[in-house]
């Protein structure tokens, strides 16, 4: 029943036929999603012939947990709880937020937000390094101050470290920070 609901599909769509019995066969996979967003993309578009000769391009995610690897440097501070420094997985890299902490210590740099900011990117530096990314292949980062009005100096130092075209970027003002930091920085690089 259902191979023959997306037979109707893929017709509709004009995407080529699928076996889904085959694909059953040979485990589990996550076609139907990135599929659908595309097929839709293909529907908006269906109105140019020569667009309709292009093949379907599908983007899945895979769960499989032996492409999920953690990343770990002894020259970046250890993470406070059951969280990895970074993950790798599907050629990107998730690198967890990243406090002033001087890696030796444990301790901040200081208690002002330039020199938490400066060690916060070096400590996200060497965890990029040890993913084998570095701070040009990050695509997204996210700030969080716990004060906004320290926006102006965190952009001043941050922009030291990422050139054009800089990644995108959300910063927040959050009710605390662990530890009491002063600024934490999260960021997702490609690799």
């Given at each position: 029943m259902r191979e023959m609901a997306w037979s109707a599909a893929a017709r509709t769509f004009n995407m080529p036929a699928i076996d889904v019995g085959a694909l059953r066969r040979r485990g589990p996979l996550a076609v139907g999603i990135g599929c659908a967003s595309v097929a839709t993309t293909s529907l908006w578009r269906s109105?140019?012939?020569s667009l309709r000769s292009k093949p379907l391009a599908c983007?899945?995610?895979s769960t499989?947990?032996?492409i999920k690897q953690a990343v770990q440097t002894d020259k970046a501070p250890a993470a406070l709880g059951p969280y990895s420094q970074a993950i790798k997985a599907n050629n990107?890299?998730?690198v967890s937020g990243v406090l002033g902490l001087i890696p030796e210590t444990g301790k901040f740099i200081s208690d002002n937000v330039e020199d938490q900011t400066e060690q916060v990117l070096k400590n996200?530096?060497?965890i990029l390094k040890a993913s084998g990314a570095?701070?040009?292949s990050v695509v997204k980062?996210?700030?969080m101050l716990a004060d906004l009005k320290d926006f102006k100096k965190v952009n001043e130092i941050y922009a030291k470290y990422f050139h054009a075209p800089a990644p995108a970027r959300s910063t927040?003002?959050?009710a605390a920070l662990p530890l009491d930091a002063r600024i934490e920085i999260e960021c997702i690089a490609a690799l």
């Open positions: 109105s140019s012939s983007l899945s995610i499989d947990t032996s990107l890299v998730f996200m530096g060497e570095s701070y040009s980062t996210t700030i927040y003002q959050v």
